[in-house]
Structure formats: C-alpha cells, structure tokens
C-alpha cells in the first residue's frame, strides 16, 4: 500500500474525528529541504504534522521504539519514517536524514528526543543543531498541541481538537570555530527558544526563563552562534 493512499484515509478519518487548527502554514514553502523541528507529545505528532502543510515530500525521524506500537506502528512504517535509535548516536539514520534533505525533502525532528508526558517542553538534545549545522538548510520550528487527547476525546464522543502552528524560517549563524561542543548547544538552545516561542507560556518548561524566547517574540534575528551573544 503506497504512501498517498494511506495519506488519503487519515486525511479522511481525521475530517471526521478531529477539528485541526493550522497556523502559519504559509510559512512552509512550496519547493526546497527544510528541517522542520518540532514539540512532541504524542505518536501523533507526525502525522499531524503531514496533514498540516500541502506539501507530499515530509518526512519525520521517529524513535525506534514506535515501530512495535500496535496500529500506530503499522501507520508510521506505511507513511514511510526514518527510524531512529534513542540514545545512541545512529550514524545510519543521520545519513538518511541527511540523504532526504539533498533532494529537497521537508525533514521532522523532536529536538527533545522523548515525548513530554507534560506538555511542557524539556532540555533538547543536539541531534537537530548537528543536522542543521551540516545540512545548511532552513529550520522552521512547530509545535502541535493536543494530539495525546485522542482516547479522552474519544470516551466522550467528542472530537479532537488540535492545533497545529509553524514558525518563520530561519537559518543558524553557526561560526567555524573550534568549541563544537559549545556551539552546538548554543545552536540547541536557539532551536529550542523559537519552538518555545510558538506555545502558551505555561508549556514553555525548561525554556520559560530563557531571555532569548522573549526577543524572538519580539522579531528580533537569531545572534551569532558560537561567537560573544
């Protein structure tokens, strides 16, 4: 069963369950890589994501242990996902990301690895600087809000509501100095402070206090990364 044709039942089972808000879609361009990073909550989050933009060319790096999830499991490997090892450094899956964004592909990744059994976003790991750093591609951050309320809402006979919201493309100023260690985390922290830009301030978590998410609210440019800030 090929990609679209799975694509097409969501789309149709999602009418029908779901009320999805999209915000900022037009802040995805129609042709061009992307590395598309993003909040996450629930297994749900990619195909939302999916339905949220026109584009077909999208494609979410997803950990490894989903593949056995019952159904969802099913879905993730029938809309084609790279699967990725947690915890360790996948070298295989980096080259397919890296494979996806050479031909102009829409790439998703949760900076944060795990899902927030909160809501609320938690430290980033620096899997999506490297990707970023390496592929010099533009970044676009987006959250999705209310993708774990399936079985809740489904108890009450009740439709999903779900929000779905992107950001304005960006690109890093990454200097070439010697201090990766230093500049990927400062490249981590600025991926992390636009995703949390684009949520309510309580969900903000380990971000809330970050002086840096108020100036992107405030539409000021990404510093220097690497160099004096």
Request: with cysteine.
């Amino acid at each position: 069963m090929n990609r679209e044709t799975i694509m097409g039942w969501i789309r149709s089972l999602a009418k029908r369950l779901v009320v999805l808000d999209v915000e900022g879609a037009e802040n995805i361009p129609a042709t061009g890589a992307l590395l598309l990073t993003t909040s996450h909550i629930s297994r749900l989050d990619t195909p939302f994501l999916m339905l949220s933009t026109e584009r077909k060319d999208v494609i979410g790096v997803v950990a490894q242990e989903y593949k056995r999830a019952p159904f969802f499991g099913w879905v993730l490997n029938a809309l084609r996902v790279i699967w990725i090892s947690r915890g360790e450094n996948d070298m295989d899956a980096l080259r397919e990301v890296m494979s996806f964004l050479s031909k102009g592909w829409v790439v998703g990744i949760a900076p944060e690895g795990r899902r927030s059994r909160s809501g609320q976003l938690e430290e980033g790991k620096p899997g999506a600087a490297l990707i970023a750093e390496r592929a010099d591609v533009p970044i676009i951050a987006a959250t999705v809000s209310g993708s774990d309320t399936m079985t809740r809402s489904l108890l009450r006979f009740r439709k999903m509501r779900v929000r779905v919201a992107f950001g304005k493309p960006y690109k890093l100023a990454i200097e070439d100095l010697e201090h990766h260690k230093e500049r990927l985390q400062s490249a981590t922290d600025e991926i992390m402070c636009q995703i949390a830009a684009l949520m309510p301030a309580e969900l903000r978590g380990y971000y809330a206090e970050y002086p840096r998410v108020g100036e992107i609210l405030a539409g000021q440019n990404p510093p220097s990364l690497g160099g004096e800030q």
